[in-house]
């Protein structure tokens, strides 16, 4: 049953006439309510335009109000929060009326639907949430039941599920015209005689609660009389419906007056033991299937009488702990030790990516060559945790260990949704080949919290990740290691193992639960639209809310999460409006605190910037959400293409003075200097940050230094090896992946090394031995691969047009229409300018101005530790420098970085360089590192060292040369043909020919 909602939204009274929901202003009236359109189960909207409130209500004709009057008092006798709540009765000369509250919601029928949809529902969403559902509608027939009151028309179309965690059961019409003898209270006062027991009904509402039950379970009904009821379970529902939970479902559906519950509550006390991980009355198994059951999940075989004996004391320990365990906050959901082949029925891969896990010596270990993900396939409530034992295998690269949550609700039907559009977070120990531990948010990635700890390769630790509400640590041997409080809690979700590389093992796998509160946050749907982007369903939500809540801080807080959702929407004014009803501290200081970090976001630095300093020092309590805001501002910064200087450096000024001592805090600032090319400054003011700093080094070039320290990862060894053009060495590194390994043998040559090393997928190498065409017509592409093919095929147009039919991603091809000369087209799709080319347009235009003003912007990269954007600012631009008059351009831009020069790109510019200034033989070259580039750079440094010695013929014989060699030889610093390098070739060939 679905209500409208209120016309604006608002929490506050309405200026205007109050109109009924769907009505208009010419709609009647009785007393002081405006009636409106009919609503389901017979119901009308209404307007109470004195309380300026919607309800819904039973409309009759006057000769029919005696019997609705009968009705109201009967409703209102039962007088609990989960039967319909009476608001009033009128009678006038147009009819009668019975009001009731409105309850806004899916009927539990609705709900299993929507279940089977794979839109699940979140009471629906694990055993235990169904039973807390079912505990709550217990709790209303066995208060009705306690009136001497049967329901008799119990199904799941009469249980409503409201929006803010209300469950109210409806159509208690059946139960009116049946109650002419109490005889139910008679039954549960006292305990009744066989002949009484025949006068009531009660057990037809058990065995409703039982249909009930078995639907939110197996979401379908139980079968008709005289038919099993539940009938075959499949391994799926069975995930659903635990052995203990089955028996008393079928309990429930098989009571009648002289078998199974005697009442309600007596089914109830069965749920509640089964929810603390107690054995229900109804279970009952033996005790040599306890012991079998114990006995085959024991993780290693008994090999002799010891064993055995500690076997026995083991069971018998646990099954005189079986009353203790009510006690304990935590129940286990799952324990998986991988030993029983039956884990893949709980446990699944995303269905594209299978087999990235096997288990090897009774223990599960990562076999992919990048990341695994291993998915629990039962939806679980939080509170939950995951205790795991984790172990980097030696002689594996170093990485995850990991945990993934993912709040998606498609997961159980379709495992690739994993972590993709919903919100997830990664707990990472071992991120990034094992520089930190983290915890990041997506979607974008965001990292909430950090710590400078690594793991051993060869020693196995004992992990425990906990997400409870807004609250997610990780611990590791038992030390709290990263901890994360959120603004919006998380609910349900899936958990996942997450390791990356091959050689990660996890063992002794135990998921736990902690028994959830029984009364759901009456924001949680609002919270849901929040965190998922639908801002302007959250407001209208959260003005429900604060309209139903009757607590005055839950108020507050939904007029406070209201004003944000319109502040993320851009109506800054309403959400000061909203803001200003806000009286609660606490909250106005988060409301101050969302002001400046959208001030700091939109690169504001005006006086109030103060205000981020003054808040932190005055307020205490403010402090979280401030280092938040911090992270945000400080990771929008470092993503954004136009960064702003002066806020990152207002901004680590923040950090150096507040909270100095943040270990996140100050990973954020080193990596953010870092990336913005700040890479000195990062070795002098964080030293500690050792894998920030061998990037920073790296960046500078500093491969030999690199390499002589002791503390470096095996891909920073690999970068720093493949920067000094070392292959072999990089080769040399075990557990490389084979990407990089295809990579690094293209670049040496080693093709048919290259093709062996492949996995199913001949890309890039058939580029490179000039087999394009085979490679379009045996591989399905992507469509940047599909671009690269028509390029080295000379099939241009295409790649800068429609691409190949089919391929998604293909055609609009930059480099393509580079190649094309279509150089305006070229910079709006690559949404960047071609500065090198644009300047050679300039020089053999003899445009000065536009030259001078170009080549300013063409500088020395900052990045050294790359393969990007280097060939035109370290090797053409000099040399055109030189070509324009500047006699020492070579000298002081080559020679004098000769040394930096060798340690970084491969030592390709190093190598040319020295063969133009004529420091080496130009044929010299042909033995560089990278022998698939070698013909092509040889050509051109034969050219450019023609032209520099004056040698014209010889500059165009080596030029002529370079535009002879097939495509597939011209592959330089990728996997088609540089556009900078060829446009430089076809203008100095132009430019050389026109001279007599």
Request: hydrophobic share 45%; with cysteine; proline share 5%.
């Given at each position: 049953m679905?209500?409208?909602?209120?016309?604006?939204?608002?929490?506050?009274?309405?200026?205007?006439?109050?109109?009924?929901?769907g009505?208009?202003?010419?709609a009647?009236?009785?007393?002081?309510?405006?009636?409106?359109?009919p609503?389901?189960?017979?119901l009308?909207?209404?307007r109470d335009?004195?309380?300026?409130?919607?309800?819904?209500?039973r409309?009759?004709?006057?000769?029919?109000?005696?019997?609705?009057?009968?009705e109201?008092?009967?409703?209102?006798?039962?007088?609990?929060?989960?039967?319909?709540?009476?608001?009033?009765?009128v009678r006038?000369?147009?009819?009668?009326m019975?009001?009731l509250?409105?309850?806004?919601?899916?009927?539990?029928?609705?709900?299993a639907?929507?279940a089977?949809?794979?839109?699940?529902?979140?009471?629906?969403?694990t055993?235990?949430?169904?039973?807390?559902?079912?505990?709550r509608?217990?709790?209303?027939i066995?208060a009705?039941?306690a009136?001497?009151?049967?329901?008799?028309?119990?199904?799941?179309?009469?249980?409503?599920?409201?929006?803010?965690?209300?469950?109210?059961?409806?159509?208690w019409?059946?139960?009116?015209a049946?109650?002419?003898?109490?005889?139910?209270?008679?039954?549960?006062?006292?305990?009744?005689?066989?002949?009484?027991?025949?006068?009531?009904?009660?057990?037809?509402?058990?065995?409703?609660?039982?249909?009930?039950?078995?639907?939110?379970?197996?979401?379908?009904?139980p079968?008709?009389?005289?038919?099993?009821?539940?009938g075959?379970?499949?391994p799926?529902?069975r995930r659903?419906?635990?052995?203990?939970?089955?028996?008393?479902?079928?309990?429930?559906?098989?009571?009648?007056p002289?078998?199974?519950?005697r009442?309600?509550?007596?089914?109830?006390?069965?749920?509640?033991?089964?929810?603390e991980?107690?054995v229900?009355?109804?279970y009952?198994?033996?005790?040599l299937?306890?012991?079998?059951?114990?006995?085959?999940?024991?993780?290693?075989p008994?090999l002799?009488?010891?064993?055995?004996?500690l076997?026995?004391?083991?069971?018998?320990g646990?099954?005189?702990?079986?009353?203790l365990?009510?006690?304990?906050?935590?129940?286990?959901?799952?324990?998986?030790?991988?030993?029983?082949?039956?884990?893949?029925q709980r446990?699944?891969?995303?269905?594209?990516?299978?087999g990235?896990?096997?288990?090897?010596?009774?223990?599960?270990v990562?076999?992919?060559?990048r990341?695994?993900?291993?998915?629990?396939?039962?939806?679980?409530?939080?509170?939950?945790?995951?205790?795991?034992?984790?172990?980097?295998?030696p002689?594996?690269?170093?990485?995850?260990?990991s945990?993934?949550?993912?709040?998606d609700?498609?997961?159980?039907?379709?495992?690739?949704?994993?972590g993709?559009?919903?919100r997830?977070?990664?707990?990472?120990?071992?991120?990034f080949?094992?520089?930190?531990?983290?915890?990041?948010?997506?979607?974008?990635?965001?990292?909430?919290?950090?710590?400078n700890?690594?793991l051993?390769?060869?020693?196995?630790?004992?992990?425990?990740v906990e997400?409870?509400?807004?609250?997610?640590?990780?611990?590791?041997?038992?030390?709290?290691?990263?901890?994360?409080?959120?603004?919006?809690?998380?609910?349900?979700?899936y958990?996942?193992?997450?390791g990356y590389?091959?050689?990660?093992?996890?063992?002794?796998?135990?998921?736990?639960?902690?028994?959830?509160?029984?009364?759901?946050?009456?924001?949680?749907?609002?919270d849901l639209?929040?965190?998922e982007?639908?801002?302007?369903?959250?407001?209208?939500?959260?003005?429900?809310?604060?309209e139903?809540a009757?607590?005055?801080?839950?108020?507050?807080?939904?007029?406070?999460?209201k004003?944000l959702?319109?502040?993320?929407?851009?109506?800054?004014?309403?959400?000061g409006?909203t803001?200003?009803?806000?009286?609660?501290?606490?909250?106005?200081?988060?409301?101050?605190?969302?002001?400046?970090?959208?001030?700091?976001?939109?690169?504001?630095?005006?006086?109030?910037?103060t205000?981020?300093?003054?808040?932190?020092?005055?307020?205490?309590?403010?402090?979280d959400?401030?280092?938040?805001?911090?992270?945000?501002?400080?990771?929008?910064?470092?993503e954004?293409?136009q960064?702003?200087?002066?806020?990152?450096?207002?901004?680590?000024?923040?950090?150096?003075?507040?909270?100095p001592d943040?270990?996140?805090?100050?990973?954020?600032?080193?990596?953010?200097?870092?990336?913005i090319?700040?890479?000195?400054?990062?070795?002098?003011?964080?030293?500690?940050?050792?894998?920030?700093?061998?990037?920073?080094?790296?960046?500078?070039?500093?491969?030999?230094?690199?390499?002589?320290?002791?503390?470096?990862?095996?891909?920073?060894?690999?970068?720093a090896?493949s920067?000094?053009?070392?292959?072999?060495?990089?080769l040399?590194?075990?557990?490389?992946?084979?990407?990089?390994?295809?990579w690094?043998?293209?670049?040496?040559?080693?093709?048919?090394?290259?093709?062996?090393?492949?996995?199913?997928?001949?890309?890039?190498?058939l580029?490179?031995?000039g087999?394009a065409?085979?490679l379009?017509e045996?591989?399905p592409?992507s469509?940047?691969a599909?671009n690269?093919?028509?390029?080295?095929?000379?099939?241009?147009?295409?790649?800068?047009?429609?691409?190949?039919?089919?391929?998604?991603?293909?055609?609009s091809?930059?480099?393509?229409?580079l190649?094309?000369g279509?150089?305006?087209?070229?910079e709006?799709?690559?949404?960047?300018?071609r500065l090198?080319?644009?300047?050679?347009?300039?020089?053999?235009q003899?445009?000065?101005?536009?030259?001078?003003?170009?080549?300013?912007?063409?500088s020395?990269?900052?990045?050294?530790g790359g393969?990007?954007?280097?060939?035109?600012?370290?090797?053409?631009?000099?040399f055109?420098?030189?070509?324009?008059?500047?006699?020492?351009a070579?000298?002081?831009?080559?020679?004098?970085?000769?040394?930096?020069?060798?340690?970084?790109?491969?030592?390709?510019?190093?190598?040319?360089c020295r063969?133009?200034?004529?420091?080496?033989p130009?044929?010299?070259?042909?033995?560089?590192?990278?022998?698939s580039?070698?013909?092509?750079?040889?050509?051109?440094?034969?050219?450019?060292?023609?032209?520099?010695?004056?040698?014209?013929?010889?500059?165009i014989?080596?030029?002529?040369?370079?535009?002879?060699l097939?495509?597939?030889?011209?592959l330089?610093?990728?996997?088609?043909p540089?556009p900078?390098v060829?446009?430089?070739?076809?203008?100095r060939?132009?430019?050389?020919?026109?001279?007599?």
């Open positions: 679905t209500d409208p909602a209120p016309n604006d939204g608002s929490l506050s009274p309405h200026d205007q006439p109050a109109v009924a929901p009505g208009n202003s010419a009647r009236t009785m007393a002081r309510y405006q009636v409106g359109e609503a389901e189960g017979g009308t909207q209404v335009r004195s309380l300026d409130r919607n309800a819904v209500a409309v009759v004709p006057l000769s029919s109000a005696d019997e609705l009057e009968q109201a008092r009967f409703m209102a006798r039962l007088d609990h929060s989960g039967a319909p709540v009476v608001l009033d009765f006038s000369d147009g009819g009668a019975l009001v509250r409105r309850t806004e919601g899916i009927t539990l029928a609705e709900a639907r929507l089977r949809e794979a839109a699940m529902p979140p009471e629906l969403a055993p235990v949430t169904v039973v807390q559902l079912m505990l509608i217990c709790d209303v066995a009705a039941h009136q001497g009151v049967v329901h008799h028309a119990l199904r799941p179309e009469a249980i409503v599920l409201g929006s803010h965690g209300q469950v109210v059961v409806h159509d019409s059946a139960a009116i049946a109650k002419t003898n109490p005889a139910t209270l008679r039954y549960v006062s006292a305990a009744p005689s066989a002949a009484k027991l025949a006068l009531d009904g009660l057990h037809r509402d058990i065995q409703a609660l039982g249909a009930c039950l078995c639907l939110a379970l197996l979401l379908r009904a079968r008709p009389e005289g038919a099993d009821a539940i075959f379970i499949t799926d529902e659903r419906l635990p052995a203990r939970l089955e028996a008393i479902v079928r309990q429930a559906l098989a009571s009648d002289g078998n199974g519950y009442s309600v509550g007596q089914l109830a006390q069965e749920l509640v033991r089964f929810s991980g107690q229900p009355d109804a009952q198994p033996g005790t299937a306890h012991l079998g059951a114990r006995l085959h999940r024991m993780r290693k008994l002799s009488a010891a064993a055995v004996l076997v026995a004391v083991v069971v018998v646990a099954l005189w702990g079986r009353q365990q009510a006690l304990a906050s935590w129940r286990v959901v799952a324990s998986e030790d991988f030993s029983d082949p039956t884990w893949t446990w699944t891969e995303p269905p594209t990516r299978s990235m896990f096997a288990v090897q010596n009774e223990r599960l990562s076999t992919s060559e990341d695994a993900l291993l998915i629990f396939r039962q939806r679980l409530t939080t509170p939950v945790a995951i205790e795991y034992s984790g172990e980097i295998l002689g594996s690269q170093p990485c995850d260990l945990v993934q949550w993912s709040e609700g498609g997961v159980a039907d379709d495992p690739a949704r994993f993709q559009e919903a997830s977070y990664m707990i990472q120990a071992g991120a080949t094992n520089e930190f531990c983290a915890i990041y948010q997506n979607p974008g990635r965001r990292l909430l919290a950090h710590a700890r690594q051993e390769a060869g020693r196995t630790y004992r992990f425990r997400l409870d509400g807004t609250r997610i640590t990780m611990r590791i041997d038992g030390q709290l290691v990263l901890e994360h409080v959120d603004e919006f809690p998380t609910h349900s979700g958990l996942a193992l997450y590389y091959k050689g990660k093992a996890f063992d002794d796998v135990r998921i736990l639960q902690r028994r959830p509160l029984n009364q759901p946050s009456p924001t949680t749907a609002a639209a929040f965190i982007g639908r801002f302007a369903a959250a407001a209208g939500l959260y003005a429900r809310a604060g139903s009757g607590d005055p801080e839950q108020v507050q807080q939904a007029l406070y999460h004003g959702a319109e502040w993320r929407l851009g109506q800054a004014e309403r959400a409006r803001w200003e009803r806000v009286a609660d501290p606490s909250l106005a200081l988060r409301i101050a605190c969302t002001k400046l970090e959208s001030m700091f976001q939109a690169g504001q630095r005006t006086p109030h910037l205000g981020f300093e003054e808040l932190y020092t005055q307020h205490p309590e403010a402090r959400q401030l280092r938040r805001s911090w992270f945000a501002v400080m990771q929008q910064q470092r954004s293409v960064r702003n200087p002066l806020v990152i450096d207002y901004f680590l000024g923040l950090r150096e003075k507040l909270f943040d270990a996140s805090a100050r990973y954020v600032a080193a990596s953010t200097m870092q990336v090319g700040r890479n000195e400054e990062v070795l002098k003011r964080f030293p500690e940050e050792t894998r920030t700093c061998i990037r920073a080094m790296l960046a500078l070039g500093r491969s030999r230094e690199v390499l002589a320290m002791a503390d470096v990862s095996r891909d920073e060894r690999r970068h090896h920067m000094r053009g070392e292959f072999d060495k990089a040399a590194l075990p557990g490389l992946s084979p990407p990089w390994r295809v690094t043998l293209v670049r040496m040559g080693k093709f048919d090394d290259a093709l062996r090393e492949e996995l199913g997928s001949a890309y890039p190498v580029l490179h031995l087999r065409a085979e379009l045996s591989t592409l469509g940047q599909t690269e093919a028509l390029i080295c095929l000379g099939r241009l147009e295409e790649a800068a047009g429609e691409g190949l039919p089919g391929v998604p991603g293909s055609g091809s930059a480099n393509a229409m190649l094309l279509q150089i305006d087209l070229a709006r799709i690559g949404k960047k300018p090198a080319i644009r300047a050679m347009q300039a020089a053999e003899g445009d000065t101005q536009a030259w001078q003003r170009l080549r300013e912007q063409l020395f990269p900052k990045e050294l393969n990007d954007t280097w060939i035109a600012t370290v090797v053409l631009m000099p055109i420098d030189r070509l324009r008059g500047d006699a020492n070579l000298e002081t831009q080559w020679r004098s970085r000769l040394e930096l020069l060798s340690g970084i790109f491969f030592r390709t510019p190093w190598t040319v063969a133009v200034l004529g420091e080496i130009v044929d010299d070259v042909l033995g560089m590192p990278c022998v580039e070698a013909k092509a750079w040889h050509q051109l440094a034969a050219g450019m060292r023609a032209e520099h010695l004056g040698q014209r013929a010889a500059a014989e080596a030029y002529t040369g370079f535009t002879a097939p495509i597939h030889q011209r330089i610093s990728g996997n088609t540089e900078d060829e446009w430089f070739v076809a203008w060939l132009r430019a050389l020919r026109a001279v007599h």
